[in-house]
């Protein structure tokens, strides 16, 4: 099992956010990218980050999004298109959004409207 599997999403989340708002991006945009990945809205979210909910857990309950298929790229030279593990998937696929986001992309690009 990898450690990322155990780990809370609250230890990460901060990170999520100083990377986007270092690149002009908001908290909201960050959690509305999260919400169209696995259907978690604000409350949701809270309760999980409060919770300390494991990566394993949160996207175990997660709803993932129909068009999450439509996620493809690199994501530290992996391409979540070809990663094996479901759940390492996921979790790649939630780190190629909060890339896309912070690189500038359009919502609507990025939530693959």
Known sequence: ?????????ASVYPHYVNKVERKGRTKAELDE?????TGFDEKAL???????????DFFGQAQLNPNVSEIKGTVC??????????L??????LDKLVDELAKGKSMEKVLRA
Do not use: C, N
């Open 77 to 86: 030279g992996v391409r979540v298109e070809d990663v094996e593990d479901p």
């Open 1 to 9: 099992m990898h450690r990322i599997f155990t780990t809370s999403v």
């Open 88 to 93: 390492m998937q996921k979790i790649r696929y």
């Open 46 to 56: 809270d309760q999980h980050l409060a919770a300390e909910t494991t990566f394993e």
């Open 33 to 37: 990218v999260i919400e169209w990945l």
